[in-house]
């Protein structure tokens, strides 16, 4: 098998294509068009059509860049360019621009955020209308601020976990709260934050719920037991995020 430019010969016919590819910087064609029945080069030996033929390439597109037609604006008789389409062109750009309701800029945008007194701590601070309406909780200026409104308000018959009547943690909790706080540096196993972060020590969560022993001591053992902040420790209850493995056992 010879090389069809100079001649050489190969033992195989990829490895012509190959020298051919390499010496002479000019890949041989590998397919038929189905369209004119011209050979030509593709790289990942599937296409059908050459670029000439291919129905989606080059003028055939109806977006490509030199296949505007021209039409006359119906508004104002204006001659103008356009992509065809399988609407007809009817309206210059500068009509459709200057139309009224056809653009309409964001009605947003004009409001002036609200001062409100957040709900928790009192204090005053901008919010927009999104966060002032139809709020069943209230405004808050932060998320600190709305976690500790629900801890004081949500509780009881109002808690999406309540399951009727008060839950009596037993002997040996504050022991292993401690344990569990010193164990995980006093820091959230979830995302990370510290009490210098916090403002507090954060929360401990039971891994497996104290409901769900006979007796509630049984829950108080130190691999039953995570150290969370507070936005976590709801986001793991509320099923949000994965309970997070206790860092002695990670």
């Known amino acids: 098998m010879e090389c069809p430019t100079c001649g050489k010969p190969l033992a195989t016919e990829r490895g012509m294509r190959q020298h051919h590819t390499k010496v002479h910087g000019v890949s041989l064609p590998n397919r038929t068009c189905s369209g004119c029945g011209d050979r030509f080069y593709d790289p990942k030996s599937r296409r059908e059509f050459c670029d000439d033929c291919n129905p989606n390439a080059g003028d055939h597109n109806g977006n490509w860049r030199d296949a505007t037609a021209e039409s006359v604006c119906v508004l104002c008789d204006s001659s103008f360019e356009y992509y065809p389409s399988e609407k007809e062109g009817v309206y210059c750009p500068e009509c459709v621009e200057d139309a009224s309701g056809l653009l309409p800029e964001n009605p947003m945008d004009d ?3 609200t001062v409100v007194d957040c709900e928790y701590c009192g204090e005053p ?8 309406t139809g709020k069943s909780y209230g405004t808050f200026c ?3 601020c709305y976690g500790d409104w629900l801890s004081a308000n949500v509780v009881g018959e109002s808690h999406h976990q309540w399951e009727g009547g008060p839950l009596v943690y037993g002997n040996g909790w504050w022991r292993v709260r401690a344990l569990a706080l010193e164990r995980d540096a006093y820091t959230c196993q979830c995302c990370g934050k510290g009490v210098d972060d916090l403002g507090q020590n954060p929360d401990v969560h039971h891994i497996e719920r104290v409901r769900e022993f006979d007796d509630p001591s049984d829950a108080h053992e ?3 037991v995570v150290t969370l902040c507070r936005p976590c420790h709801r986001k793991v209850e509320t099923g949000v995020v994965a309970t997070p493995v206790p860092s002695d056992e990670k």
């Open 111 to 113: 409001l002036e955020p």
């Open 125 to 132: 601070f901008p919010a927009p209308p999104s966060r002032t």
């Open 142 to 144: 932060s998320t600190r």
């Open 222 to 224: 130190l691999e039953n």
